[in-house]
């Protein structure tokens, strides 16, 4: 199948080379697009100077956008699979090959790579481990899907969602909106265990000020995607 990796940078100026590097040397039979969402620092120019596949938002959409972005890129441009990765460096390229084989067999439409399946490597803090399993059971109530590491980035997705997120992929914070758009879309949902990394360089952009806003946003979110859902399809 063709695979696209969708790779949403803000600010990695600290770490887009290492990720980058280890696709092209390592993982040339997969594609790649680095969105570069508005940064302020130099990834722009290291991009640049390197001669990476970049597109340059004039200014900076959040990570939905810049991760929309990059379906609307696999949509035009006719691949089959596309792949969400951090450009922070925290998601194991090495376990892709097996997320893939999940779609092509046609064992699932979005792959999650999970890390609560085997509960190994970097778990997160326990305080957003508390916000995942809240948001876990809500996307259950919601959907009837149980994802464990809803909140996860690492995700891969077919092209029936590269064409459903192209058209509509939430603004803010997506990552659990997301999942519940493709459950009630029918989607098939699998995880598979990986083992992430932590952040070696930079601060992630959510902070703990934002950690209560976060949850009342996120839930809100949910809650109204599957409301509107349901009224879609009544009428």
């Given at each position: 199948?063709?695979?696209?990796l969708?790779?949403?940078?803000?600010n990695?100026?600290e770490?887009i080379?290492?990720v980058?590097d280890?696709?092209?040397?390592?993982?040339p039979e997969?594609d790649?697009?680095?969105?570069?969402?508005?940064?302020?620092?130099n990834?722009?120019k290291i991009?640049?100077?390197n001669?990476?596949r970049?597109?340059?938002?004039?200014?900076?959409?959040g990570?939905?956008?810049?991760?929309?972005?990059?379906y609307?890129?696999?949509r035009?441009?006719?691949y089959d699979?596309?792949?969400q990765?951090d450009g922070?460096?925290q998601h194991?390229?090495?376990?892709?090959?097996?997320m893939?084989?999940l779609?092509?067999?046609?064992?699932?439409d979005v792959v999650?790579?999970?890390?609560f399946?085997?509960?190994e490597g970097?778990?997160?803090?326990?305080?957003?481990r508390?916000?995942?399993k809240?948001?876990s059971?809500?996307a259950?109530?919601l959907?009837?899907v149980?994802?464990?590491?809803?909140?996860?980035?690492?995700?891969a997705?077919?092209?029936m969602?590269?064409?459903?997120f192209?058209?509509?992929?939430p603004?803010d914070?997506p990552?659990?909106?997301?999942m519940?758009?493709?459950?009630v879309?029918?989607g098939?949902?699998?995880?598979y265990?990986v083992?992430?990394?932590e952040?070696?360089?930079g601060?992630s952009?959510?902070?703990?000020?934002?950690s209560?806003?976060?949850?009342?946003?996120v839930?809100l979110?949910?809650?109204i995607?599957?409301?509107?859902f349901?009224?879609?399809?009544?009428?």
């Open positions: 199948m063709k695979c696209l969708i790779i949403p940078a803000y990695e100026a770490n080379e290492k980058v280890n696709i092209v040397q390592n993982y997969y790649y697009i680095i969105v570069n969402d508005g940064s302020k620092d990834t722009e991009c640049l100077k001669g990476y970049v597109l340059n938002l004039p200014i900076n959409l990570i939905g956008g810049a991760v929309q972005t990059g609307c890129y696999a035009d441009n006719d699979v596309a792949v990765i922070d460096g194991d390229v090495d376990y892709l090959a097996e893939i084989k779609i092509e067999s046609g064992q699932a999650i790579g999970s890390r399946v085997e509960k970097f778990q997160s803090s326990q305080i957003r508390i916000g995942i809240f948001l059971g809500l259950k109530i959907t009837g149980r994802v464990k590491d809803i909140t996860s980035g690492y995700r997705v077919n092209r969602f590269i064409n459903i192209a058209e509509d992929y603004s914070y990552e659990p909106e997301a519940v758009i493709a459950a879309y029918g098939k949902i699998r995880e265990p083992v992430m990394r952040r070696e360089n601060e952009s959510i902070t703990l000020k934002k209560v806003y976060y949850m009342i946003k839930t979110a949910m809650m995607r599957r409301l509107s349901g009224v879609r399809r009544d009428k």
